[in-house]
């Protein structure tokens, strides 16, 4: 098996498992920008991200629903990682967020808008159970992809197959 089927495999494997905590799209804000841009958008298209040399990753509803695409917000916790002076506050992300590249490179997709997904470099800190410490990565409140990250990341990489 190449790593891009592994990938693939995994991907397709993780798109069953539920997460608990987890939330699907808002489905009428989805819905509304689905319908607006229905004309323009394919299953999955991948558009520059204005001006901060990344990619976003555009799905339509059905896209989106059919990928089980969940997210949940970036939390945070007060704790002290090495280099930490006294007790900080740092970001946490389900683990499920977390995802590693081919390099081993560690990122998180976020939602900005609905149906709009962007690869973001985030530094793991520490796993504490079902959470990843982040060092640095996307400001708490952000959402983030629990479910979806393999197949948004083939989209990405242009790996057909819908």
């Known amino acids: 098996m190449t790593p891009r089927n592994y990938f693939v495999a995994a991907g397709l494997i993780a798109a069953g ?3 608990a905590g987890c939330t699907p799209p808002d489905a009428a804000t989805a819905a509304n920008a689905a319908s607006a841009s229905k004309s323009e958008v394919k299953a999955g298209q991948v558009l ?3 001006g901060t040399g990344s990619n976003r990753v555009v799905l339509t509803m059905g896209t989106a629903e059919r990928l089980g695409i969940q997210t949940a917000p970036v939390g945070e916790v ?5 280099g930490d002076s006294a007790p900080t506050a740092h970001q946490v992300i389900p683990v499920a967020a977390v995802y590693y590249d081919k390099n081993g490179a560690t990122w998180a997709y976020t939602n900005p808008e609905p149906l709009i997904y ?3 470099l985030v530094s793991v800190a520490r796993i504490d159970g079902s959470m990843a410490v982040l060092q640095f990565g996307p400001g708490r409140g952000t959402a983030v992809v629990t479910l979806g990250d393999p ?3 083939g989209i990405e990489d242009g790996v057909a197959g819908e």
């Open 17 to 19: 498992v539920l997460l």
């Open 118 to 120: 962007v690869r973001q």
């Open 78 to 82: 007060v704790t002290m990682l090495a």
């Open 48 to 50: 520059p991200a204005n």
């Open 151 to 153: 197949e948004l990341a």
